[in-house]
Nanobody, 120 residues
Framework: QVQLVESGGGLVQAGGSLRLSCAASGTIFSINAMGWYRQAPGKQRELVAIITSGGNTNYADSVKGRFTISRDNAKNTIYLQMNSLKPEDTAVYCC??????????????WGQGTQVTVSS
């Protein structure tokens, strides 16, 4: 089994910064892409940022230039540095990882989510 544990959410004023972390643990052979998704009340979940095992990244247009995703493969951990936060960034942020638990088996895993609230 694989667990993803997020940390770093909280309440911040508009214009402020937060750094989220997501650590994967358990039966891990390798991890392919890892990413951050968010879901605001009444809205669908959306991709925020994703990073491959090789370090290639992709961002939602709404966060480009403000958020940076990074990865420590040795620690099976990804980070999301969020700067210039806006009230519309308020959401539950969830970590996702495509984990290979053996040569033949790969599954998607999700963390429990961490709340980010940006006050105006």
């Amino acid at each position: 089994q694989v667990q993803l544990v997020e940390s770093g959410g909280g309440l911040v004023q508009a214009g402020g910064s937060l750094r989220l972390s997501c650590a994967a643990s358990g039966t891990i052979f390798s991890i392919n892409a890892m990413g951050w998704y968010r879901q605001a009340p009444g809205k669908q979940r959306e991709l925020v940022a994703i990073i491959t095992s090789g370090g290639n990244t992709n961002y939602a247009d709404s966060v480009k230039g403000r958020f940076t995703i990074s990865r420590d493969n040795a620690k099976n951990t990804i980070y999301l540095q969020m700067n210039s936060l806006k009230p519309e960034d308020t959401a539950v942020y969830c970590c996702n990882a495509e984990v290979r638990t053996s040569l033949l088996r790969s599954n998607d895993y999700w963390g429990q989510g961490t709340q980010v609230t940006v006050s105006s």
